[in-house]
Every structure is written in structure tokens, then in C-alpha cells.
């Protein structure tokens, strides 16, 4: 079965860091654009970062320069690096996948087996 499972989030300073991971089992992660997003209370989803199977990465403007996406085959495993995190990085962060690099650009053609479960970041003093 199909499962991605998020996970490294939590509280953290302004300024501080945090390594999320998305750990895939039922498939092998290799073949598949994996994507990271993250909503907002109140707000829409939002696309954050993907790395495609080429390895070749895209980041949203808020977080270029401060947020580093990779991938460890052998691990089945992508993690989202996240550095000098501010107050409106506050959301709780999802990875999904696509077989496509569609994901880069929008999200909604993804179904709901596709995201993980999601893990909660909050930046706070």
C-alpha cells in the first residue's frame, strides 16, 4: 500500500531550523516527482518545494535561499532542510508525489492517497 509519512516538525525561535523528512513505503520513491507544501490556518495550500526524479529542484520565492529539498533513494526518503524560519513559516507541512513533474506547478489533480498525513511547524518567540 501507497504511504507517505511526514515527519521533524515542531516549535522552534525565530531563526532557528528544522529537517522534515517524508519516508515513502509501498512504492519506490525514485520514480516520482515528490513535492512539499504547507497551509496556514485560514489559508489555502501552497506548494513550498519539489525535487523531480532528475534530481532538479523549484522553490516557492518565500523560502528560496533558506529552504534546501533532497532525496535519499537508498532511504526512500525526501527531506525538506528549513533555515532561518520566520513566524509566517507557521504551517503544517505536506509531502506528495506524482509521477509527473505536474506537481511542481499545481497540486490539485492529486488524489487524496498521494499526501501524507502532514506535520505541524510552528516559529514562535
Known amino acids: 500500500q501507497l504511504q507517505l509519512v511526514e515527519s521533524g516538525g515542531g516549535l522552534v525561535q525565530p531563526g532557528g531550523s528544522l529537517r522534515l523528512s517524508c519516508a515513502a513505503s509501498g512504492f519506490t520513491l525514485d520514480y516520482y516527482t515528490i513535492g512539499w507544501f504547507r497551509q496556514a490556518p485560514g489559508k489555502e495550500r501552497e506548494g513550498v518545494s519539489c525535487?523531480?526524479?532528475?534530481?532538479?529542484?523549484n522553490y516557492a520565492d518565500s523560502v528560496k535561499g533558506r529552504f534546501i529539498i533532497s532525496r535519499d533513494n537508498a532511504k526512500n526518503t525526501v527531506y525538506l532542510q528549513m533555515n532561518s524560519l520566520k513566524p509566517e513559516d507557521t504551517a503544517v507541512y505536506y509531502c506528495?508525489?506524482?509521477?509527473?513533474?505536474?506537481?511542481?506547478?499545481?497540486?490539485?489533480?492529486?488524489?487524496?492517497?498521494?499526501w501524507g498525513q502532514g506535520t505541524q511547524v510552528t516559529v514562535s518567540s
Open positions: 525535487i523531480r526524479r532528475s534530481g532538479s529542484t
Open positions: 506528495a508525489l506524482d509521477p509527473t513533474e505536474r506537481l511542481c506547478y499545481e497540486h490539485s489533480h492529486l488524489p487524496h492517497n498521494f
